[in-house]
């Protein structure tokens, strides 16, 4: 396992860099296609338990996010969910009484899970030095799974969410929370992003908030009786499986940068 993690990344982390420092619209392609697939992973997860969300609605939101974002509209947010809810309502007129309200929540459920948090990286890629503010955040999440990794194996004996996610410990969480500061420290050594201060913090921020995303998406596996969201990447599992940090901390740095923005 991972041998074929280890094979997996050094395939998928050139492909990221290249796609990060081209930016624009093969950027903007790559996400759509990386969005595509998590929502329809997170849709074949919820049929397990009899829930059929409705996707055409939700893709046709997430387009408009993606490449709205993209084209910088200011309302991307607002068209997006705008016609995703009005395509909802067809369904509901054309269905009726065949569809139920679990269906709808679900289909705006994905839309803000799948869709709308990692729009973000396209938000963040439009920033002054945006770019690096990719790398910075990507750097974060491995460096906090590697370290979670290795210290949660050789070191973990508390467990950290045993319902959750058995195998995580809080020797592990805290191994990596450690080495995503080394990790950033070198990097803004290299790249001066930020002061040290304001690096160590931001660190300090998506390292949890990458952790507790991984908890999240442990959590909904586990409610739906699934052990990965899909097999897509081997050794990883789904997209979802290996995105799944990314999900919650690409809205978190999106805004703390803006906040530190206006503090000046």
Sequence with gaps: MLSLRIISALLGIPLLIWLIYQGGIWLTIALFLLVVIGTGELAEMLKKKDNQPLILPVLAGEFVFIFGAWLKWENWFSLGLGLCFLLLIIYLFSKFPNISVTQLSLSFFILIYVGWTLTHLILLRNLPRGDLLLFFLFTVIWSTDTGAYFSGRFLGKKKLAEKISPNKTREGAVGGLLLSILTVLIFNYYFT???VPTIVFL???ISVI???GD???SSFKRILGVKDSGNIIPGHGGMLDRFDST????PVLFYL???LDKMG
């Design 193 to 195: 992003l930020f002061n």
């Design 203 to 205: 660190c300090l921020i």
């Design 247 to 250: 999900i919650t901390t690409a």
């Design 210 to 212: 990458g952790q507790i």
């Design 257 to 259: 940068i803006l906040f």
């Design 215 to 217: 908890l999240l998406e």
